[in-house]
């Protein structure tokens, strides 16, 4: 009988061992089905940019001139509690030179972070006469536009992103854009940064009338498997994890979302948003033109003259850290519309993302919104058959 039950048991383990071998090329063949698959995808949506003359956009393109003058950004108050939605449609030029709404490939939902608001990414219009349109979410926004998105930013109730009060709300926006029949069969991708970052990477969690098919998180962590069961983070789409290394203590727990993101199975980009050196037309790009090239070239000499600036051109100093004095300084030569106050001046954005602690940055979004349209499409795919 022992004979018998070792040689059993020898038995078992050897076919565990084929089952685990078996098993194991399985996956790898999976894996790497799935890897030529996506470089497929990649070829096809770089052979369809390349027909259809997308390029990366330049300061003073037409083509996308329409996002600078608000022309088809409106907001609206949707719900009986009045939720703050502003939404903008890809438009081009007809045969008779005049401005007409385009169909959309998609809609980008985007988050904004504490102390901001849905009005940050579109410019002052008459349908939106409180919009204020900052440089990096105007070059977020403009970028999606360009690709043929919609582009849906939302308010938060608070001061900063709740899943307990924010989610229902985020409920109702999406119900009142995707039962439009020109959304309702379309992606969706959402982008957010810090709190608005922390609440795309839940939004997969709750029940919205249309899931995510791509997520970037920038500035944020996202879920990890110590507060996420694997089950439901496996079932995350692809996402994108852009974060600035210089917040160490960001970056560790971002690290760790990664790590646990990878062992779900879910595909994850990793991109890092680094300082940024100020040279005299710094701010006039980062604008896209928006901040003259003199006024550019103003702001950082007066960098210069307080020292702020390294050998390299680099900040020595946070510039939220910055003293009255440094700051009144520079108001001298920022634009007449620019107040300087925090989280409602361009200058001083754009000074932070030069910094690279903590700041919505449009530094590889172009490149990150590409990847998920590959990536998301194929999970899209899969998912159908």
């Known amino acids: 009988m022992i004979v018998i039950a070792a040689t059993c048991g020898a038995i078992a383990s050897v ?18 089905a799935w890897e030529k698959a996506a470089a497929t995808a990649e070829k096809v949506v770089a052979r369809q940019e390349e027909e259809s003359g997308e390029r990366e956009l330049l300061i003073g393109d037409s083509s996308v001139a329409y996002v600078s003058m608000g022309w088809n950004a409106e907001r609206r108050l949707v719900g009986d509690d009045g939720i703050e939605t502003i939404w903008e449609g890809p438009a081009a030029e007809n045969e008779k030179g005049e401005l007409e ?10 988050l904004h972070g504490c102390h901001h608001s849905a009005k940050d990414w579109f410019a002052n219009n008459t349908k939106c006469e409180t919009c204020r349109g900052l440089a990096q979410e105007m070059s977020v926004t403009r970028t999606a536009l360009n690709r043929g998105f919609v582009v849906i930013a939302v308010s938060a109730y ?16 999406l119900n009142t854009f995707f039962n439009d029949t020109a959304l309702s069969n379309l992606p969706l991708y959402a982008f957010g940064a810090s709190s608005g970052g922390s609440f795309v990477g839940m939004l997969p969690q709750m029940k919205l009338p249309v899931q995510p098919s791509g997520l970037i998180i920038q500035i944020a962590p996202g879920p990890t498997l110590e507060n996420t069961p694997r089950a439901d983070l496996s079932t995350y789409p692809p996402t994108v994890f852009s974060y600035m290394p210089k917040d160490e203590r960001t970056s560790e727990l971002i690290a760790q979302s990664i790590a646990d993101f990878k062992r779900a199975g879910v595909q994850v980009k990793e991109s890092k948003l680094h300082d940024h050196v100020v040279s005299d037309t710094f701010f006039y790009e980062e604008s896209f033109g928006k901040i ?42 920022a634009p007449v519309w620019d107040s300087m106050l925090a ?3 361009d200058v ?13 940055s449009a530094q590889e979004f172009g490149q990150n919104l590409k990847w998920l349209m590959v990536h998301g499409q194929q999970k899209v795919n899969h998912a159908r058959r």
């Open 15 to 32: 076919t565990r061992k084929s089952e685990s071998g078996l098993e194991a090329r399985e996956r790898r063949e999976a894996g790497e």
């Open 343 to 345: 989280d409602q001046s």
């Open 348 to 360: 001083r954005e754009l000074l932070n993302v030069a910094y690279a602690t903590h700041e919505l």
């Open 101 to 110: 709404a385009t169909a959309p490939v998609g809609a980008l939902l985007v």
């Open 292 to 333: 003259t090239k003199e006024e550019s070239a103003g702001l950082t000499n007066t960098l210069n003259s307080f020292n702020l600036l390294d050998a390299d051109g680099k900040l020595t100093n946070d510039p939220r850290a910055f003293d009255d004095d440094h700051v009144e300084v520079l108001k001298k030569h």
């Open 158 to 173: 608070g001061t900063c992103w709740s899943k307990e009060i924010d989610a229902p709300r985020m409920e109702q926006v």
